[in-house]
């Protein structure tokens, strides 16, 4: 999945936390797109269990060198 912490109805750290809760969708990668550079929130969506966290405005190489980390 690529969330971004700023979502309509449910923002990326809930949508994290309800995730997880699935059991099926553990293994899922979760890679958060986001605006947001505070190192809290980061920490935070990371402890979560985000997989990796990129910030806007990044570098297609950089996205595309995260994503593929998690094709198999």
């Known amino acids: ?3 971004d912490i ?3 109805e449910m ?3 809930d949508f994290i936390k309800n995730l997880k809760t699935i059991a099926s969708f553990n293994n ?3 890679i958060v797109l986001t605006t947001e550079a505070d ?3 980061r920490k ?3 402890n979560l269990g985000a997989n990796d ?3 806007k405005p990044f570098n297609n190489e950089v996205f595309l060198t995260t994503v593929k980390k998690y094709i198999k």
């Open 6 to 8: 700023n979502m309509p």
């Open 11 to 13: 923002n990326g750290v």
């Open 28 to 30: 899922v990668p979760i």
């Open 53 to 55: 966290y990129v910030i």
């Open 39 to 41: 190192d809290n929130m």
């Open 1 to 3: 999945f690529v969330v």
């Open 44 to 46: 935070e969506a990371m």
